[in-house]
């Protein structure tokens, strides 16, 4: 009994990495050293609950399905500093994004911060609203006040709206 159990795990680990190796990319997991550097030049390092080369190596090793479940997946912001950091050319960026495809295919959900990033570029173009920023001084800057042009949404918004919304239909098949 105890057998079949452990045989049907390690099934379900190797199917997990067969199908982030097939999903269209460099990821390259099996080729990490665990030496750490893309971990070290992490933008975001501080916030992930999981680092970089701690998500590649439990990808590597078929431990999948936790991170599947996870907001770490998430957190990444796709800078790409690990992937030019890598010595042996995997691409941790590119792990990020498999196991959130994956995560996806499993029927997982959106995050509530994707969903609103969405929408807002579905209603306006834009991923949130033009917002002002605080400078070093402590002043508010607008783009107006910096000599900056008024960015514009889509001209034909509904025009714009359609093709996005053809997009979205057609990568959900
Ligand atoms: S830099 Fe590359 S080899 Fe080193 S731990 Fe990260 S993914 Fe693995
Ligand atoms: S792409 Fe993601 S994992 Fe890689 S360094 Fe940037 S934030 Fe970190």
Redesign the pocket.
């Known amino acids: 009994m105890g057998e079949a159990v452990t045989s049907l795990t390690k099934v379900s680990k190797r199917e997990l990495l067969e199908k982030i190796l097939e999903i269209p990319g460099d990821q390259k997991p099996l080729n990490c050293m665990q030496c750490g550097k ?2 070290s ?5 501080v916030l ?1 609950e999981n680092y ?1 080369h701690r ?1 590649v190596d439990k990808v590597r090793l078929g431990l999948i399905e936790e991170l599947l479940r996870s907001d770490v997946i998430w ?9 030019e ?1 890598c010595p042996q050319r995997v691409s ?2 590119e792990v ?1 994004l498999a196991l959130r495809n994956l995560s996806i295919n499993e029927g997982a959900s959106l995050p509530e911060a994707y969903m609103k990033m969405l929408s807002s570029t579905l209603e306006t173009g834009f991923i949130q609203e033009q917002v002002e920023v605080i400078g070093s001084d402590g002043e508010t800057y607008t783009r107006e006040k910096l000599g900056l042009p008024l960015i514009k949404g889509p001209k034909k918004l509904e025009k714009y709206q359609l093709a996005v919304m053809t997009a979205f239909e057609k990568t959900s098949r």
């Open positions: 893309c971990t030049g992490c933008t975001i390092m992930l970089p998500v957190a990444c912001t796709q800078c790409l500093k690990c992937k950091a941790p960026v990020f």
